[in-house]
Structure formats: C-alpha cells, structure tokens
C-alpha cells in the first residue's frame, strides 16, 4: 500500500543543535515533496519544496535533501532556537502515475521541542 | 495584509444541527480546499474547488458541502449526517489549479459537537 512516514516520536533536542527529521515514503513516483511548519490550534505553514531532480534545498536555517533512491527527504534545522518548536509535516504530491486526479499525501508530523 | 480567514475559531454546534465554517481568501488563489485534522491522522482532504461555481469531492466528502460562487469564498457547512464532526478545519488556497501545488491554510476553526 502508499503510505508516507514521519518519526512519530517527539523530537526533544538542545537550543543551538541541528534538527533532523525524516519523511519516508513507499510506492510513489513524487514530482517533488514540500515541508509544512504547525503550530498548536494553527493552520500549517509552507516552508520549502524539494523537486524530484534537487538533492538539496536551503533556505537560512533550513535545509531539505531529497534521495529519491532511499524514497526519503530529510529536514535540517541548524543552530536550532526554542522558538522552532512545532510539529513539522511533510507532504507529497502522489506523482504523475497517479493521473490527473493526483493530490498531496500529508504525513502524520513530527514534533519538535527545542530546549533553552 | 493578503491571507486567509476563517471563522469562527470556536464552534460549539449541537447534535443535528448544519453549521457553517467560513473562510475568506484575499490572495487571488485560483483553487480552495477544505482540510480535517483529527489526532493521530494526517490532514484529510474534504472538498476542493480549482474554479468559481466548480468543485469536487476529496476523500471524505459524506455529510459536508460547499459552494463556490465568488473566487474569495469557499464555505463549509458541515450537516447532520456527518456521523463524527468534532474536529480541527483547514480551509487552504493555493494559486493555480493543481491539488499539488503549495498551499497557504488559514487560522482553522475548531468544531465541537455537543
């Protein structure tokens, strides 16, 4: 079956560390895959898009790598700050085998607290 | 500001009543879509509209409509024959038509049925 996985545990980790979380998937072709920040009782929040021909992709303290062999993105989150505590979700789009009616697969998230 | 509202925050609906969730997008955004959020589960997605007075199911789409008549506005109303309504809603636009395309969600409003 499709899925797409995020660490389910909680990611507790020291002010000032890298962040690193892990969105897997099985049995899709993705055009690309982006990553979303939420906060507790708000909307998700765009942050990056990785195409399917990108290793990698930065944007100041963020940097998302995308090994479609290993069907895996990773989220880097450098010199991370308390104030980067949020559940961070991944999504996908379903690819070009899916047809016309392809959407996003959205994982689960992964929660990071940051640690003063 | 350019965004997307939502209102109310906080909905207390009682059981077998229709209620309304608004959301309002001042973006230009072509396509609008409605989301649900439950613990445990990834967003789902409820309907989405690519064009005025034009809209589709997504994949939970029994017991909840929606109409499309001005680009800025996507209502939902969640209906009596939703079975489980309390919930987390997103309401999202994005700029062109494809499902796949990043997407800019509102504050959510959160439903509680009583």
């Known amino acids: 079956s499709q899925k797409i996985e995020q660490n389910s545990e909680a990611l507790n980790i020291q002010e000032g560390k890298t962040a690193t979380l892990t969105c897997n998937y099985t049995n899709y072709s993705p055009a690309y895959l982006q990553w979303y920040r939420q906060d507790p009782g708000r909307g998700p929040v765009f942050l990056l898009l990785?195409?399917?021909n990108e290793k990698e992709k930065r944007k100041e303290r963020l940097k998302v790598t995308f090994d479609t062999t290993l069907k895996q993105s990773l989220f880097h989150i450098t010199a991370s700050q308390p104030a980067d505590s949020a559940t961070y979700l991944c999504?996908?789009?379903?690819?070009?085998?899916?047809?016309?009616?392809?959407?996003?697969?959205w994982g689960l998230g992964t929660s990071l607290a940051v640690n003063p | 500001d350019g965004g997307i509202t939502q209102s109310p925050k906080y909905l207390f609906r009682k059981e077998g009543q229709n209620v309304t969730l608004s959301c309002e997008q001042n973006l230009n955004h072509d396509a609008m879509y409605w989301y649900r959020q439950d613990p445990g589960q990834g967003l789902r997605l409820i309907y989405y509209?690519?064009?005025?007075?034009?809209?589709q199911k997504g994949d939970i789409a029994e017991g909840y409509s929606v109409s499309r008549e001005k680009k800025e506005s996507f209502p939902l109303t969640v209906t009596s024959a939703q079975k489980n309504p309390t919930a987390f809603y997103l309401c999202a636009s994005s700029m062109a038509g494809q499902r796949t395309d990043t997407q800019y969600f509102g504050p959510g409003t959160r439903l509680t049925v009583l």
């Open positions: 999504a996908l789009d379903e690819g070009v085998y899916a047809g016309n009616n392809r959407k996003l697969i």
């Open positions: 990785i195409r399917e």
């Open positions: 509209s690519q064009i005025v007075n034009d809209f």
